[in-house]
DNA sequence: TCTATTAATCGTAATATTACAATAAATATA
DNA sequence: TATATTTATTGTAATATTACGATTAATAGA
């Protein structure tokens, strides 16, 4: 037990899962955040702002890079991470569809 | 460890993340898929719909009933669950906020 | 080459999550 | 009241996640 029975949902609903699941853990959420405000590619002051250890960070950072979300570009010893914007959209695409269902106006119970 | 550090993050930063997890879960997913499907209360056959055992669909439905999505109304002997469509619509504010943020076009690295 | 700097990886402890059998609780009906 | 039906709770095993110290890897610059 304690292991996700994938194989018995749809590649849909185990996609919407593996995404929110990168989006369910606040430092996740800050690093995203802070991608975006920048505007540009982070070198190196991810460590400092979101306040957890580096291996914390270069772990959280992994999971991001693995889902896509994320890029990263080796800069020297630094290392630079910016949104990977085409799969921000598809991501979007996803999650918006889901988040987006609605109900017609009808009483329940 | 293996507590998540909270108290450093903001409020916003944790409330996606607690949403977030919610739908990280392909089971959560299609609990919620089949609530909008039917657009009615669902009296009983989630366990059978989703195809894990009783206490484990249970739990999951404990889950999102915490956090507000859903609501059950007890009717005989069954419960009868639905989208809580004013915490819903909530939820997806905060969540398209997240999602919709957007990079100005700009080249990177 | 040596040293400094920065990020990744390894190892591991603490905690959380997932799943389900067993059981309890609640209620409808005979 | 006794029985059947349905959901919730308890307990627990297996796995996953989170966090970080220690170390390694990679590269820039002296």
Sequence with gaps: ???????????????????????????????????????ACVCGDLVEEIGLAQPTISQHLKELKQLGLIKGNVEGTSVCYCIDTDNWEKMKTVMSDFLNQDLAPKECC
Tied chains: 1, 2.
Excluded at 22 to 28: K, M, Q, V
């Design 1 to 39: 037990m304690g292991l996700t029975k994938t194989e018995i949902f749809t590649d849909k609903q185990n996609q919407i899962a593996l995404y929110a699941k990168a989006f369910g853990h606040p430092a996740r959420v800050a690093i995203l955040q802070y991608l975006f405000k920048l505007n």
